[in-house]
T-cell receptor, first 116, second 112 residues
Framework: DAGVIQSPRHEVTEMGQEVTLRCKPI?????LFWYRQTMMRGLELLIYFNNNVPIDDSGMPEDRFSAKMPNASFSTLKIQPSEPRDSAVYFC??????????????FGSGTRLTVV | EDQVTQSPEALRLQEGESSSLNCSYT??????LFWYRQDPGKGPEFLFTLYSAGEEKEKERLKATLTKKESFLHITAPKPEDSATYLCAVLLGAGGSYIPTFGRGTSLIVHP
């Protein structure tokens, strides 16, 4: 398996533009997580899905953020409009377990977003 | 207040110089504590899960231990390839978050 695949790896956009981040989880993993990592706040959970259904989106910072999972092999995280404070590395992770106790979460390589 | 605190923030070691990283947590009802390794430009990679005080787990030069309020990641005779950021995360029991909460990590550099 190629692991969790995220695209793009880097994104530079101007303030106010729409940004869409993409994720392909590991086949067979029922749980998909979106995290954001910054120096100030570390790794924060934004939202997670189980069998394509959003379970907890309490970490989504504002209505400007939205996430979808139209099928088991694809998810998107959209920011509209983007702001400079959204600059961070966004990670997608997947797992066969909700809590990740036995095998942990498998993370992608992340998308580094810069909003100027 | 952070629920998970890692120290030190950064650590530089010479190859072969053993040391420990600390992860302390301020909440009760721990259901599990995780250690992950993160290389530059990559996502975190799962290392261990610890469940109860007194438990230990090992992987190559790494040994993780757990007490009631903290965990240590001991690195014995480290090599340059052990250089990475090490993250811990806690999973709380009933009434707490059911998704792991991560600390900010310890950046480890091992010089040859």
């Amino acid at each position: 398996d190629a692991g969790v695949i995220q695209s793009p790896r880097h994104e530079v956009t101007e303030m106010g533009q729409e940004v869409t981040l993409r994720c392909k989880p590991i086949s067979g993993h029922d749980y998909l997580f979106w995290y954001r990592q910054t120096m100030m706040r570390g790794l924060e959970l934004l939202i997670y899905f189980n069998n394509n259904v959003p379970i907890d989106d309490s970490g989504m910072p504002e209505d400007r953020f939205s996430a979808k999972m139209p099928n088991a092999s694809f998810s998107t995280l959209k920011i509209q409009p983007s702001e400079p404070r959204d600059s961070a590395v966004y990670f997608c992770a997947s797992s066969s377990e909700e809590l990740g106790l036995n095998y942990g979460y498998t993370f992608g390589s992340g998308t580094r977003l810069t909003v100027v | 207040e952070d629920q998970v605190t890692q120290s030190p923030e950064a650590l530089r070691l010479q190859e072969g110089e053993s040391s420990s990283l600390n992860c302390s947590y301020t909440v009760s009802g721990l259901r599990g504590l995780f250690w992950y390794r993160q290389d530059p430009g990559k996502g975190p990679e799962f290392l261990f899960t610890l469940y109860s005080a007194g438990e230990e787990k090992e992987k190559e030069r790494l040994k993780a231990t757990l007490t009631k309020k903290e965990s240590f990641l001991h690195i014995t005779a480290p090599k340059p390839e052990d250089s990475a950021t090490y993250l811990c995360a806690v999973l709380l029991g009933a009434g707490g978050s059911y998704i792991p909460t991560f600390g900010r990590g310890t950046s480890l550099i091992v010089h040859p």
